[in-house]
């Protein structure tokens, strides 16, 4: 099997968030496939197959299947498009989170995800303890999200991975105003194995409405303040987030495997 590992929301190796990339011709065994994403270990290993005029395409973290992934597919698309002669103007996938499109936008390129606008709740009792500062406000689509003043606030964070793996939500997305950009944000999903995401496509279908409506305007530019770090540019149409970014090549393989079933133990 052909293995590309790709840095998303990268404009070169070694930044934004690598997700592993694995076309097939046919799907194989859940349990291989979930073999394939343990032994990666990385916060995500998307496989796709050809349909008709699309693709199926699902994604893997190190412990499950997940419902969306912004940077593996933004690694999906650029796979098509860079190495395997995919011509058209832009790539459809079938996904557990519906139809989603990839485009080509000048030297990058622009997913349309659903947008998800967080409602505000009653934060659970360990958040701001487990965060190391109290929020502002706390949020929730398929994450927490914790409202802070400023960009300081968000890099001063401590968290405790072990406290958040417990929160009955994917995970807990920190988020303030930034300085040079419109928002800032981390990202944490112990429970998934992945204690901070580098950068995270999805959850700016949270961020980005939100902010959207915070701000007054449907155009906004985002940084993800991970060690890696990387740039989202972010648009807002009705239910629909035009996340845009680019991707940067960082190997090229072949995985040796047994095409029998594995069972994960």
């Known amino acids: 099997m052909r293995l590309f590992q790709v840095d998303a929301f990268a404009d070169r190796?070694?930044?934004g968030n690598p997700a592993a990339v694995c076309p097939l011709e046919a799907w194989l065994d859940n349990d291989l496939l979930q073999a394939i994403a343990e032994e990666n270990n990385l916060s995500e290993t998307a496989f796709f197959v050809p349909s008709a005029d699309v693709f199926e395409l699902r994604w893997f973290t190190p412990v499950e299947e997940v419902d969306l992934c912004g940077h593996a597919t933004l690694a999906s698309a650029h796979v098509l498009f860079s190495h395997l002669d995919y011509d058209q103007a832009a790539v459809h996938f079938d996904t557990r989170s519906g139809r989603l499109t990839v485009s080509r936008e000048g030297a990058g390129l622009i997913m349309d995800f659903p947008a998800a606008m967080p409602e505000p709740v009653e934060p659970?009792?360990?958040?701001g303890e487990a965060l190391g500062r109290p929020p502002l406000a706390v949020l929730a689509a398929s994450d927490y999200v914790a409202v802070y003043r400023s960009?300081?606030?968000?890099r001063a964070l401590t968290p405790d991975f072990a406290r958040l793996a417990t929160l009955d939500r994917r995970g807990v997305i920190a988020t303030a105003p930034g300085r040079?950009?419109?928002?800032?944000?981390r990202c944490f999903f112990p429970s998934l194995r992945?204690?901070?995401d580098p950068v995270t496509g999805s959850a700016h279908c949270e961020?980005?409405?939100y902010w959207a409506r915070e701000l007054g305007r449907n155009r906004l530019q985002a940084r993800q303040l991970s060690?890696?770090?990387g740039r989202i540019g972010c648009e807002v149409q009705g239910e629909r987030v035009y996340l845009s970014g680019r991707a940067a090549d960082y190997m090229v393989g072949e995985i040796a495997i047994s095409r029998t079933p594995h069972k994960v133990k």
């Open 151 to 154: 960009e300081e606030d968000i």
């Open 207 to 209: 961020l980005a409405p």
């Open 180 to 185: 040079e950009v419109d928002f800032v944000s």
């Open 227 to 229: 060690r890696r770090g």
């Open 194 to 196: 992945i204690n901070e």
């Open 13 to 15: 190796a070694f930044e």
């Open 124 to 127: 659970p009792p360990l958040l």
